[in-house]
């Protein structure tokens, strides 16, 4: 009964999982995600429109649009209908049948120029929408890469579950046996709790990455946008471990400075606060407008014009301090800009930095879990044939030993592969790809 618990051992690489979520077996709740999912598909929803990120940064793009086209109104001609109705007690010497004194008019007004007001507006508003737009585009680029983690949070979790359930199996094995010596006046009753206690906190591990299994497959759900529905089973990747990293780190900081999204929002900022110091200067200005007046008298009267053309012109004399209050805001906010454009650059110096070495040492990592991998196969195979010639053998030992390096191969290749999209997100892969070809044809 033993041998047919290690049966089979070698030939699983991931135990599928099957959790029991609570549904009523309707067609409306048949997953949107396939079974098994993969990483490509996962990562398809990114740019989900119902998830809620992706929902908030659209709307506020198109508030922004909106924006755009509010400001170009503001210089668009107005149609305007006027009237009154007016009746009137004429003196006695006019005529009095004329006491109607109504009119209506129709004024068309243009605003002819402000002296680059409102061009500025305009301009403030469109480097408004380049934000947004970047701005979406930036969350999508973070959510990629959050679903690439969430996705490796599963995977690990499915590993740590099945560590743990064959480390159950082992640890009842033993439990049971040293039971078994009791009876048979070869075990204290002190060994036996002591193997009970054993299996007991093997089972609180089991039972903690279960729980593990479903908590983050739930996020992994409401990253893409479907909480409803968590995936019960996850494709491992291919993940190449053979990728080539520069040594070159000074290229890399550079083309990440040039690269980076939240460098290009953060330089678009900068232009907005600049743009909006232009406006400050031009708070107070004068403004000239055309308008055009036709009417229509229900009394006659000499001083009284069928139409009239009129320009306006308002040139201000004195605003208090408006203006200087406007421009001393604009300038604080230009300020506090360029210092986050310099934070934002030490901290992708630092982040460049940081990704280099884990990508380094995260190759060396698996490559040695590899190393230790093949060391403990060959060790189980040899455990396992010992245990079937029935030979005194620390198969169960073998076992733990080869489930964790398989775990530590797998968190290995994960991590390594996830510095590798965090980098790629910041330099481009073609540029990693060019610096590559480059140091091959070099060498």
Known sequence: MRHQLYSGFLNRVLLPVCLLFSSSGGAENISPLPEPLTLEAALQHADNA?????????????????????????????????????????SQYGDENEDNDSKVSLFVRKPLYDFGRTAGKDQYAGI???????????????????????????????????????????????????????????ASELEVMEAQAAYELIRQNRYNSENLQRYSRLLLAEELGFPQHPPSELSVPELSSKKHISDDVDALVEQALKH????????????????????????????????????????????????????????????????????????????????????????????????????????????????????????????????????????????????????NVFQARFALELAWRKLEKLVGSEFLNKMHRSEENNG
């Open 50 to 90: 119902g998830q809620y990120q992706v929902m908030s940064a659209q709307e506020k793009l198109q508030q922004a649009i909106a924006e755009v086209n509010q400001t170009t109104a503001a210089n668009d001609i107005t149609v305007n209908l006027s009237g009154r109705l007016r009746k009137v007690e004429v």
């Open 128 to 186: 408004n929408v380049e934000i947004k737009q970047l701005e979406k585009a930036y969350l999508v680029e973070q959510r990629e890469i959050s679903i690439v983690e969430k996705y490796f949070a599963v995977l690990n979790a499915d590993n740590e579950f099945l560590r743990h359930n064959e480390n159950l199996a082992i640890g009842y094995i033993r439990f049971d046996k040293t039971r078994e010596n009791q009876q048979l006046g070869l």
């Open 260 to 407: 980076s999204l939240a460098l290009k929002i953060q330089h678009k900022k900068l232009e907005l606060a600049r743009k909006a110091i232009d406006i400050a200067g031009k708070t107070v200005g004068p403004t000239l407008d055309a308008e055009l007046e036709v009417s229509e008298y229900a009394r006659e009267g000499s001083t009284r014009d069928d139409m009239r053309a009129s320009l306006y012109f308002d040139f201000p004399l004195y605003a208090g301090s408006i203006e200087t209050s406007s421009i001393q805001k604009a300038n604080a906010r230009y300020r506090q800009e360029l210092a986050g454009l310099q934070k934002l650059r030490s901290e992708m110096r630092i982040t460049v930095l940081k990704l280099w070495q884990d990508i380094r040492q995260n190759s060396l990592r698996l490559d040695g879990e590899m190393i230790n991998q093949e060391f403990r196969d060959m060790y189980l195979d040899r455990s396992r044939a010992e245990y079937e010639l029935e030979f005194k053998t620390d198969l169960g030992d073998a076992m733990v030993q080869f489930s964790d390096s398989r775990k």
